[in-house]
């Protein structure tokens, strides 16, 4: 569109709704709903997100590792979920023990959707009231279906061909997209903006969303998470705006984008998406920063780098969306904003990789790719940084054990010897030392970190974590309520607003889970509110469906525990709870707080020297919640026991001390 032409004021959105129907089934992603002819088959967000890749990925085997990347982008699962992901499927689509009419098991491989699929789209256009169909072509079957999950990224060689796309093609191509996109948004500027979750916070709100990839070339498709990702790290040392972090956006890789829905979503009121194609030694950028509440364009342009110059691509993205929002910067933070020191192009491409590896969980790759990006050039500090990440997960997800706990130590300490202000080396760091019992560590480390940002959500959700460890559970509470003021989606979805919990505000501690959620921590966390309520029946309830969800999760064996003391079944308990206290020595995991709600399922099935074992270790472990411990409902089987009084009087020494060093 021109510039300083208007709009027209009329609204009008127009989207591309498709169906897929195979045997009596149809299926409608824009609805999210399965169909037997008119029936409506009840399905779970995951379980619906499951049949959609297969149905849209039909006739072609997808890996137990790719299906379980793309469902579970943000998180470390275990197979068994897949594999009852993939049985709820079967079991909605009719499918009986030893059937495979729908989905065929490739042992040891993978899972393939073998029916025929009809793919059914139009065009419907409505000003958000109402929607009217535009055009509906004729049922077509399509033979080659679409490939929605790619391979790892490939390593990168020196003599990797290139596909050859002739910039003329692509930049009609471009341009195409970019003016339907403006012709709808600018349409659709009279809508009212999508209801946001931001209400109350001044801060603009952006989401950058991972970049979309125009050529079909797997060999590069890394590069649209990675680079999205330094444009969030680089634009998370600006104050005066709040960027959600790449484990919110990830889920929308490779995707068809909503604006207003993403929005929404996202608790955003602006977006940034873009398309890239990569030809030989040149890259070709088309980013486009949309305000989600007007529909209006604040910048668009196409962008064009040498290969080499990748570092380049997150400085003068940034630079241009705080210009396209106005946003004042401080002279430490333009400062900030300007290139970083060279880096090694080949050490930036394996650094790309490696963030774009983690971001799948594939953590073991992901090592490799940082561990080379360093070794080929050991100065750029993130690269220290998400390394030490990356060994961090590892040990923690994966068996690495305590030499990797030391590895990611030392990379953090080396990532802040070349950038002391790092704001990611310092929010890993102290989550490692809030984990393995140095609190007392964590908290200087993040204050300090403060002076970079004091409007950066995960800092401000770290620092309750560490609060909370400590027994400052009232601090606990602001902190995090302030990372979820900043950012709704903070942590949602992965972690819990314990301090509530042990302040025993039980009723706002189940409002701060999310409504609907088939995360099997999450369930727990539900079900442990509601076991402190003694509303046991439905706290069993969620603690089977967290096992059932992921049964080597620690806090799911917790809650199946605690389901058979329910039961009064104490041998079947006291067993699942030596089998998560050895998987905890066998990973060296050292979760003080796990073990805190090990040692409550224990003196609930009245197995008092077992409690009191594994409170000991909790304890001196570095979880000294005095407040919490000192009056929880679930230690009362303890009380009156000598050395239940020793240890919370320990726990009560260290918090009184922790206390008085930070407030």
């Known amino acids: 569109m021109p510039k300083g032409s208007e709009p027209p004021e009329e609204f009008l959105f127009v989207t591309q709704v498709r169906l897929y129907e195979f045997g009596p089934f149809t299926l409608d992603p824009d609805q999210h709903v399965l169909r037997k002819g008119q029936d409506c088959i009840p399905l779970t967000p995951k379980t619906f997100d499951t049949l959609l890749l297969l149905v849209r990925c039909h006739g072609r085997m997808l890996t137990k590792e790719e299906l379980m990347r793309a469902l579970w982008p943000d998180s470390f699962v275990e197979e068994s979920n897949l594999t009852q992901q993939i049985s709820m499927v079967r079991r909605a689509l009719g499918e009986s023990a030893g059937e495979a009419r729908f989905v065929v098991t ?326 490692l030392f809030t984990d393995t019992g140095r609190v007392e560590e964590a908290v200087p480390i993040l204050r300090q970190a403060f002076t970079s940002n004091p409007n950066h959500a995960e800092l401000h959700w770290e620092l309750g974590y560490a609060y909370r460890f400590g027994g400052m559970l009232k601090e606990s509470a602001a902190e995090c309520e302030r990372a979820r003021q900043l950012d709704p989606g903070v942590k949602l979805n992965s972690s819990a607003l314990n301090a509530y919990l042990y302040r025993g505000e039980y009723e706002k501690f189940l409002a701060s889970l999310p409504v609907l959620s088939d995360v099997a921590f999450l369930v727990f966390y539900r079900g442990f509110a509601e076991y402190y309520q003694k509303n046991y029946t439905a706290a069993a309830q969620d603690f089977e469906i967290a096992f059932r969800l992921d049964p080597n999760l620690v806090q799911a064996e917790v809650g199946e525990a605690l389901r058979y003391a329910l039961s009064h079944q104490k041998q079947q308990g006291t067993a699942l709870l030596h089998q998560a206290e050895q998987k905890i020595e066998q990973r060296d995991v050292r979760d003080p707080e796990a073990l805190y709600k090990i040692a409550q399922a224990y003196a609930a099935l009245g197995d008092t020297d077992s409690a009191l074992r594994v409170l000991e270790r909790s304890i001196n472990g570095g979880f000294f919640a005095y407040p919490y411990q000192s009056n929880d409902p679930l230690l009362a089987p303890l009380r009156g026991q000598p050395r239940l009084a020793t240890l919370l009087e320990q726990s009560r020494a260290r918090h009184e001390a922790f206390q008085a060093k930070f407030f």
């Open 106 to 431: 490739i042992p040891a491989r993978g899972y393939r959707f073998a029916v025929d699929v009809n793919e059914r789209s139009r065009l419907t256009a409505g000003n958000g009231d109402s929607n009217t169909s535009l055009e509906e072509p004729a049922n077509t079957t399509t033979t080659s279906p679409p490939t929605m999950v790619g391979p790892a990224p490939a390593v990168p060689t020196a003599s990797a061909p290139a596909t050859i796309v002739p910039w003329k093609l692509i930049a009609i191509f471009s341009l195409a997209l970019a003016l339907a996109a403006a012709f709808y948004l600018f349409r659709a500027r009279g809508a009212q903006p999508p209801a946001s979750s931001t209400t109350g916070n001044a801060l603009p709100t952006l989401a950058i969303l991972p970049f979309h990839n125009l050529q079909p070339d797997a060999g590069n498709d890394f590069l649209g998470f990675s680079l999205a990702d330094a444009v969030i790290t680089k634009l998370g040392y600006v104050s005066a705006l709040s960027v959600r972090p790449s484990s919110a956006v990830e889920k929308y890789r490779n995707g068809i984008i909503d604006i207003p829905k993403v929005a929404t979503d996202l608790g955003v009121n602006t977006l940034l998406t873009a398309n890239f194609v990569r030809e030989g030694d040149r890259l070709r950028l088309t980013p486009q920063l949309i305000d989600s509440r007007t529909q209006k364009i604040l910048w668009r342009e196409t962008l064009d780098f040498r290969y080499e110059n990748l570092l380049t691509v997150q400085d003068e993205v940034a630079v241009k969306i705080v210009d396209g929002l106005a946003v004042h910067l401080s002279p430490s933070e333009a400062q900030r904003l300007k290139g970083d020191a060279p880096v090694s192009p080949m050490a930036y491409e394996y650094y790309l990789r490696g963030i774009d590896l983690y971001s799948r969980n594939d953590f073991m790759t992901a090592i490799k790719m940082l561990e080379k990006s360093a070794e080929i050039d050991p100065k750029y500090a993130l690269t220290w940084a998400h390394l030490g990440k990356a060994y961090q997960a590892n040990a923690s997800f994966n068996f690495g054990g305590g030499n990797q706990y030391r590895s990611a130590l030392a990379a953090y300490q080396r990532a802040l010897v070349l950038d002391p202000n790092q704001i990611e080396a310092r929010i890993f760091m102290a989550n």
